[in-house]
């Protein structure tokens, strides 16, 4: 099977900002592969070398991190310069655990635009930044870290914004119950991939 070289591979759950991306990459001049997690990424892997994967991390199935884990793990695709996106994961050390992961950028949403057309300018020029592969075990225990502390963070949040709920002024209550399921959606999100990640810690021992 041949092996198509050349694309930007964009990882996005969010409909609307996945197709917002695509939209801006291609009238750029780009060509662009849009898919919606990192499992279909994968999968696009199988026959396709992108020149950059521009990601989200926090997604169902198989997240940004987890992706890039398993990009870099193989020769063929080690090479494949990554930029992260994400709105959650926005700490210095998050930061810190993408560059370990071989990431050229870090950029938090929302995304100015100017800043992805220099992130992907920069991939596209620039000497490939592979890094050095984690080994299964290094990934699972310093990803479970940058899990755990952001399940903390959120719960945290959760809690702040459930006391406020019952104290805001009407016409401020939907907007605050809206992003408070957002938050739930995402602790939750989190909490599942916490429990895949210690399944596969207790597979290593």
């Known amino acids: 099977?041949?092996?198509?070289?050349?694309?930007?591979?964009?990882?996005?759950d969010i409909a609307a900002v996945r197709e917002l991306l695509e939209v801006q990459l291609r009238?750029?001049?780009?060509?662009?592969?849009?898919?919606?997690d990192g499992q279909e990424a994968l999968d696009q892997l199988a026959?396709?070398?992108?020149?950059v994967i521009v990601t989200d991390i926090l997604m169902p199935r198989v997240d940004g991190f987890a992706l890039a884990h398993r990009v870099r793990a193989q020769a063929a695709?080690?090479?494949i310069p990554i930029v992260f996106l994400s709105a959650t994961y926005v700490s210095?050390?998050?930061?810190?655990?993408?560059?370990?992961?071989?990431?050229?950028r870090f950029l938090p949403?929302?995304?100015?635009?100017?800043?992805?057309?220099?992130?992907?300018?920069?991939?596209?020029?620039?000497?490939?930044?592979?890094?050095?592969?984690?080994?299964?075990?290094?990934?699972?225990?310093?990803y479970r870290q940058r899990l755990e502390a952001k399940l903390r963070q959120k719960s945290a949040q959760i809690a702040r914004n459930r006391q406020q709920l019952d104290s805001v002024l009407p016409d401020q209550r939907d907007t605050l119950a809206h992003l408070l399921a957002e938050m739930e959606a995402q602790h939750e999100e989190i909490?599942?991939?916490l429990d895949v990640l210690n399944a596969a810690l207790a597979d290593l021992e």
């Open 1 to 12: 099977m041949s092996i198509q070289v050349g694309p930007i591979l964009v990882v996005e």
């Open 27 to 36: 009238l750029r001049g780009y060509s662009v592969v849009a898919v919606r």
């Open 47 to 51: 026959t396709l070398r992108p020149a």
């Open 77 to 79: 695709t080690a090479g």
């Open 92 to 104: 210095a050390e998050d930061e810190a655990f993408a560059q370990r992961l071989g990431a050229l």
């Open 109 to 142: 949403k929302p995304v100015e635009t100017d800043e992805l057309f220099i992130a992907v300018a920069d991939a596209l020029t620039g000497q490939p930044r592979a890094g050095t592969a984690l080994s299964d075990r290094e990934f699972y225990t310093s």
């Open 191 to 193: 909490r599942r991939e």
